[in-house]
């Protein structure tokens, strides 16, 4: 017997999930993501370097920037490109718009809900205005500054190989937008302590994420269990591969082993490292390392909400135009790696180029990949000891588990439907 669920909702992209059942046990579990993939890479090949940007912020719509400064890096370390640390300190700024607009649709739009056993925001916005009220004014903050230094809040124009194409004369106008949304984000903290979590741990999952001076976000080395690699050696640490049940790859660490990237593995390595406020907020919220409940991932986003516009403001207050905004770029045959912090994990890019600076290779890894695996041992954990496997206790569990991780398929090509097995 076959019980099918209509697509997983709340989340972006499409998939299944398919559940093997003997004598009403649970005895396997399948996360198959079965949007068609689009070839990006290979869609690369033969593209001149300046259109690398422009093509991989498509990948998703929910983190754009991420995929541009995350191939910005890979052409710059490529041709010896050195951007100057005023342009630098600009995209951290843009960063960090994105960091505030994503992660405020992760909590208020997609993941709330759950929370409050509400099937949507709407229904949310209805027991608890106010909290829908402050999401918007939190995400409006991240949307304004991507609209200043990028051109638009969806899939930036302005950043480019060497720098900007374009930076304003000033930025003074984003600091009431960013007090107000660092203010809202504050009492969201405090309405927040009250929420229950189900007590569930992730066990034997290794936590990864980049280290750098702050709290990470733009570059860095990458971090697990004590030790740094450079981000020219991931693939030495970490594999994907194949499933033959679905588009998207699975990640492991190369002895076998799941890891987990995104924002618990952000706070396991780097607590230290987030600003005052972030720091104090997320005490109150009893958030210290090791933390492993995949469900408490909502606090830390807030708590990285937190960071990024405590750190947007100090940015903002200190901004001068630079007055060289792109630096040169000079092809060759070279090979590059960028490595940043999307706000749902690392994000992995590498490209090969000719004399000319067009693209002979591409190798994409995206954080939602890199916690597929993650993501299905946790639901096979969560459902074992089920012995109910109707279609409205399935998608009342499975679903919120998924956003616990990442509502961002897409990224990965690509949910969610449920299939039972009967065996």
């Known amino acids: 017997m076959k019980v099918k669920l209509s697509a997983l909702t709340r989340v972006e992209g499409e998939g299944a999930l398919e559940l093997l059942l003997e004598e009403g046990r649970l005895k396997a579990l399948k996360l198959e993501i079965y949007e068609p993939p689009r070839f990006i890479e290979a869609l690369l090949k033969g593209k001149s370097y300046e259109y690398i940007p422009d093509i991989t912020a498509r990948i998703c719509g929910i983190c754009p920037v991420a995929y541009q400064f995350s191939s910005l890096q890979a052409i710059e370390r490529a041709f010896d490109a050195f951007v100057p640390e005023e342009v630098e300190r600009a995209r951290r700024l843009m960063y960090y718009g994105e960091w505030i607009q994503s992660h405020a649709l992760h909590i208020f739009f997609l993941h709330l809900p759950d929370f409050y056993r509400l099937p949507s925001i709407v229904e949310l916005?209805?027991?608890?205005?106010?909290?829908?009220?402050?999401?918007?004014?939190?995400?409006?903050?991240?949307?304004?500054?991507?609209?200043?230094?990028?051109?638009?809040?969806?899939?930036?124009?302005?950043?480019?190989?060497?720098?900007?194409?374009?930076?304003?004369?000033?930025?003074?106008?984003?600091?009431?937008?960013?007090?107000?949304?660092?203010?809202?984000?504050?009492?969201?903290?405090?309405k927040l302590r009250e929420l229950s979590f189900p007590n569930l741990e992730l066990e034997g999952f290794v936590f990864v994420s980049l280290v750098e001076e702050d709290y990470p976000i733009l570059k860095g080395d990458i971090y697990f269990e004590g030790r740094s690699i450079k981000p020219e050696e991931f693939k030495e640490y970490f594999v994907e591969e194949e499933v033959e049940y679905s588009t998207a790859k699975h990640a492991r660490m190369k002895d076998g082993r799941p890891y987990l990237v995104g924002a618990l593995s952000r706070l396991n390595n780097n607590f230290e490292k987030l600003s005052e406020l972030a720091v104090k907020t997320a005490l109150s919220l009893?958030?210290?390392?090791?933390?492993?409940?995949?469900?408490?991932?909502?606090?830390?986003?807030?708590?990285?909400?937190?960071?990024?516009?405590?750190?947007?403001?100090?940015?903002?207050?200190?901004?001068?135009?630079?007055?060289?905004?792109?630096?040169?770029?000079?092809?060759?045959?070279?090979?590059?790696?960028?490595?940043?912090?999307?706000?749902?994990?690392?994000?992995?890019?590498?490209?090969?180029?000719?004399?000319?600076?067009?693209?002979l290779s591409a190798d994409i890894v995206p954080p939602t990949s890199q916690n597929q695996k993650a993501m299905e041992l946790s639901l096979f954990k969560l459902l074992q000891g089920f012995e109910d496997f109707s279609e409205k206790l399935l998608r009342d569990v499975a679903e919120p588990m998924v956003r616990n991780f990442d509502p961002c398929i897409s990224c990965a090509t690509h949910f969610l439907r449920i299939r039972l097995k009967h065996v």
């Open 286 to 359: 009893n958030l210290e390392p090791p933390l492993k409940n995949p469900y408490k991932s909502i606090l830390v986003r807030l708590v990285e909400v937190v960071h990024a516009l405590e750190r947007a403001i100090e940015l903002v207050d200190s901004y001068i135009k630079p007055p060289v905004s792109r630096v040169e770029i000079k092809p060759k045959r070279s090979e590059g790696v960028g490595i940043s912090e999307a706000p749902r994990g690392i994000l992995w890019h590498r490209y090969t180029f000719d004399e000319e600076g067009k693209v």
């Open 125 to 190: 916005s209805r027991v608890h205005k106010e909290l829908v009220l402050a999401g918007l004014d939190i995400k409006r903050a991240g949307s304004l500054i991507l609209q200043k230094l990028g051109g638009r809040s969806s899939h930036p124009v302005s950043p480019v190989p060497g720098g900007f194409s374009y930076l304003p004369e000033d930025l003074s106008d984003l600091k009431s937008p960013l007090e107000l949304a660092l203010e809202k984000s504050l009492w969201v903290a405090e």
